[in-house]
C-alpha cells in the first residue's frame, strides 16, 4: 500500500484502498490457525474452519462489497488478466443508453459452461433449479451499485444473516453469477438490456490460446469489434509466449 501511494500520490483520479476495509474477518486465518501454522504446519489440515478463505474468494467478496466505494451509477470490473486491444467509448459499454446492460453468454462448447456456479447461485438465493446453459462470465463486466445494494438486502433476508456471513458459509461463491442470476431471476427490471455478445476474446486453455494467438497475428479477427482480451491467469504461459500477440495488438 505505501508503494502504491508513493507512486500515484500526484494522481488526483485514482483512490488507493484495502481489501481488509470491506471484507469481513471470517475470510481470513484467525489467531489459532496462523499459530499452528508457525509450530506446526502439517497439522494444519485439522484446523480448516479456522483457515477463512483462499484469496480467489476474497477478490470475489471485494467486489460485492464496492458500493462501501461508490454510491450510484454503474461498476466496471476489469480483472488483471484483461488486456484492452481497441479504442472504446462509453456508448461501446451500453452506459449511454437509458436501458442498463447485463452480458448472459451460451456457450456452444460444454467445457466453456458454469454449470455449478449457476446452480449454487440459485441455492444461496433460495431459488428453484433451473436452466445452467448461460453464464454472465464476461469482460468487462458491469454492474449497477443499487442493483448490488439490493442483491445485499435479499440474501440478508433470505439468508437471516450478514450476506457476507452468507458468503463465508456458502464457500462456493461466483460473484458475477449471483448478481446475474438476481438481477434476472429476482428483479427482472424492465429496464434491463440482456447483451449475448461478450466484449471480450478469452482464451481459458492453452489450446484456445494458441488459436486465439494464430487468429490474431493473422489478422482473422479484423472484423471482430470486441473490444479486450482475457487470458487466464492460471495457464503457466511464460511472459516470452506473449509478446508477439502483444506487439502487433498495440503496433496494428
Same mark, same amino acid.
Given at each position: 500500500?505505501?508503494?502504491?501511494?508513493?507512486?500515484?500520490?500526484?494522481?488526483?483520479?485514482?483512490?488507493?484502498?484495502?481489501?481488509?476495509?470491506?471484507?469481513?474477518?471470517?475470510? $481470513?486465518? !484467525?489467531? *489459532?490457525?496462523? /499459530?499452528?501454522?508457525? #509450530?506446526?504446519?502439517?497439522?494444519?489440515?485439522?484446523?480448516? %474452519?479456522?483457515?477463512?478463505?483462499?484469496?480467489?474468494?476474497?477478490?470475489?467478496?471485494?467486489?460485492?462489497?464496492?458500493?462501501?466505494?461508490?454510491?450510484?451509477?454503474?461498476?466496471?470490473?476489469?480483472?488483471?488478466?484483461?488486456?484492452?486491444?481497441?479504442?472504446?467509448?462509453?456508448?461501446?459499454?451500453?452506459?449511454?443508453?437509458?436501458?442498463?446492460?447485463?452480458?448472459?453468454?451460451?456457450?456452444?462448447?460444454?467445457?466453456?459452461?458454469?454449470?455449478?456456479?449457476?446452480?449454487?447461485?440459485?441455492?444461496?438465493?433460495?431459488?428453484?433449479?433451473?436452466?445452467?446453459?448461460?453464464?454472465?462470465?464476461?469482460?468487462?463486466?458491469?454492474? $449497477?451499485? !443499487?442493483? *448490488?445494494?439490493? /442483491?445485499?438486502?435479499? #440474501?440478508?433476508?433470505?439468508?437471516?444473516?450478514?450476506?457476507? %456471513?452468507?458468503?463465508?458459509?456458502?464457500?462456493?461463491?461466483?460473484?458475477?453469477?449471483?448478481?446475474?442470476?438476481?438481477?434476472?431471476?429476482?428483479?427482472?427490471?424492465?429496464?434491463?438490456?440482456?447483451?449475448?455478445?461478450?466484449?471480450?476474446?478469452?482464451?481459458?486453455?492453452?489450446?484456445?490460446?494458441?488459436?486465439?494467438?494464430?487468429?490474431?497475428?493473422?489478422?482473422?479477427?479484423?472484423?471482430?469489434?470486441?473490444?479486450?482480451?482475457?487470458?487466464?491467469?492460471?495457464?503457466?504461459?511464460?511472459?516470452?509466449?506473449?509478446?508477439?500477440?502483444?506487439?502487433?495488438?498495440?503496433?496494428?
Amino acid at each position: 500500500m505505501p508503494e502504491f501511494r508513493s507512486a500515484l500520490k500526484d494522481d488526483k483520479d485514482v483512490e488507493i484502498v484495502s481489501q481488509q476495509d470491506v471484507v469481513s474477518e471470517l475470510f $481470513y486465518p !484467525d489467531f *489459532l490457525y496462523k /499459530l499452528i501454522g508457525k #509450530i506446526a504446519k502439517h497439522q494444519l489440515w485439522r484446523f480448516e %474452519k479456522h483457515a477463512g478463505r483462499p484469496g480467489w474468494i476474497i477478490q470475489q467478496i471485494v467486489k460485492l462489497a464496492c458500493n462501501h466505494w461508490v454510491d450510484e451509477g454503474a461498476v466496471v470490473f476489469i480483472d488483471s488478466d484483461l488486456i484492452f486491444i481497441r479504442p472504446f467509448d462509453l456508448m461501446d459499454l451500453g452506459l449511454t443508453d437509458t436501458t442498463r446492460t447485463l452480458v448472459r453468454i451460451t456457450p456452444k462448447d460444454e467445457s466453456s459452461k458454469h454449470r455449478s456456479h449457476v446452480d449454487q447461485s440459485r441455492r444461496i438465493l433460495s431459488l428453484p433449479p433451473g436452466s445452467s446453459e448461460h453464464h454472465y462470465m464476461a469482460y468487462p463486466t458491469i454492474w $449497477y451499485v !443499487d442493483w *448490488l445494494k439490493e /442483491l445485499h438486502n435479499y #440474501i440478508q433476508n433470505t439468508a437471516n444473516s450478514d450476506w457476507q %456471513k452468507a458468503m463465508y458459509t456458502a464457500k462456493h461463491i461466483s460473484e458475477y453469477t449471483i448478481y446475474g442470476v438476481f438481477v434476472e431471476e429476482v428483479l427482472k427490471p424492465a429496464n434491463l438490456s440482456i447483451r449475448a455478445r461478450p466484449f471480450n476474446i478469452i482464451a481459458w486453455d492453452l489450446a484456445s490460446f494458441e488459436s486465439t494467438k494464430t487468429r490474431m497475428l493473422n489478422a482473422e479477427d479484423s472484423e471482430d469489434d470486441r473490444i479486450s482480451l482475457v487470458i487466464q491467469s492460471n495457464l503457466k504461459i511464460p511472459t516470452s509466449a506473449y509478446e508477439d500477440l502483444l506487439r502487433h495488438i498495440i503496433c496494428q
